[in-house]
T-cell receptor, first 110, second 112 residues
């Protein structure tokens, strides 16, 4: 089976940096995705990590450690529009399916 | 423009009735997925299909059924056997599992 853990909620201030952690236990891990979801909308893709290390994409970066079953999403220069849920998801051997964590709701205040 | 379309956006049904949610994609994607999302929760996998005429149960398949007769279409039927059907349903597709999922805009089903 698969078990994915994320904090339920985080708060941060506009302009700050926030790190959202995700730990996973899974058989046959292949890769990890991060998605952003605004309330009532569909998730949108942010990043995909297969190898250990940091992937940077503008204000967002994602890190993966396969040996530790750990990933984080780093958001810099926070903006009000970054208030959303952030979903961590892992894909299994053969890339057959994507299993999501419960998501972290991020609230950015002025 | 290619995309994935779910209809309708809002759906209301009486308890005991079956209801079918539509999902169509013109992205030429092989794999399609159905997820359910409850308030404040993550996405839970209901069914997925890697190829036409084949599909597999996800983590919460009980009370649901699907078909994959065409590559473009993956309808989900919520049967009367589903105990708590009221939820936000998301359909997604991808070329391969190593590629990001493309999501439809979702169908919010309310059963009373």
């Amino acid at each position: 089976g698969q078990n994915i853990d994320q904090p339920t909620e985080m708060t941060a201030t506009e302009g700050a940096i926030v790190q959202i952690n995700c730990t996973y236990q899974t058989s046959g891990f292949n890769g990890l995705f991060w998605y952003q979801q605004h309330a009532g909308e569909a998730p949108t893709f942010l990043s995909y990590n297969v190898l250990d290390g940091l992937e940077e994409k503008g204000r967002f970066s994602s890190f993966l450690s396969r040996s530790k079953g750990y990933s984080y999403l780093l958001l810099k220069e926070l903006q009000m529009k970054d208030s959303a849920s952030y979903l961590c998801a892992v894909t299994n051997t053969g890339f057959q399916k994507l299993v999501f964590g419960t998501g972290t709701r991020l609230l950015v205040s002025p | 423009d290619g995309g994935i379309t779910q209809s309708p956006k809002y759906l209301f049904r009486k308890e005991g009735q079956n209801v079918t949610l539509s999902c169509e994609q013109n992205l030429n994607h092989d794999a399609m997925y159905w997820y359910r999302q409850d308030p404040g929760q993550g996405l839970r996998l209901i069914y997925y299909s890697q190829i036409v005429n084949d599909f597999q149960k996800g983590d919460i398949a009980e009370g649901y059924s699907v078909s994959r007769e065409k590559k473009e279409s993956f309808p989900l039927t919520v049967t009367s056997a589903q105990k708590n059907p009221t939820a936000f349903y998301l359909c997604a597709s991808t070329k391969t599992g190593a590629q990001p999922l493309h999501f439809g805009n979702g169908t919010r089903l309310t059963v009373t």
